[in-house]
């Protein structure tokens, strides 16, 4: 059973709006840290966006202004809000439990078309 999954990545043109959700299988998912990442071809992977359980967000200095993480505890799900896309956030999204150490899950392709 997979523990994250991601979805509503897709194809985008610059400027447009895309969310993506992540479905979490944890324990006490309420309290826990979420995060998403990204990877883009051939580059390392990298923190986007943080929510602890209380609700404190942090964002890479890349995505402040346009990106936004929020979660819903009664779904167990969190979101990651992205606008004003550009082509260089093109990459795969995943989101991550630091709890669940190096687990991750498929993750989600968003495409910026120029």
């Known amino acids: 059973q997979a523990l994250l999954v991601e979805s509503g990545g897709g194809l985008v043109q610059a400027g447009g709006s895309l969310r993506l959700s992540c479905a979490a299988s944890?324990?006490?998912?309420?309290?826990?840290?979420m995060a998403w990442y990204r990877q883009a071809p051939g580059k390392q992977r990298e923190l986007v966006a943080v929510?602890?359980?209380?609700?404190?967000?942090n964002y890479a200095d890349s995505v402040k202004g346009r990106f936004t993480i929020s979660r819903d505890n009664a779904k167990n799900t969190v979101y990651l809000q992205m606008d004003s896309l550009k082509p260089e956030d093109t990459a795969v999204y995943y989101c991550h439990a630091p709890s669940l150490h190096d687990y991750w899950g498929q993750g989600t392709q968003v495409t910026v078309s120029s």
């Open positions: 944890i324990s006490r998912f309420s309290i826990q840290t």
């Open positions: 929510i602890s359980g209380g609700g404190n967000t």
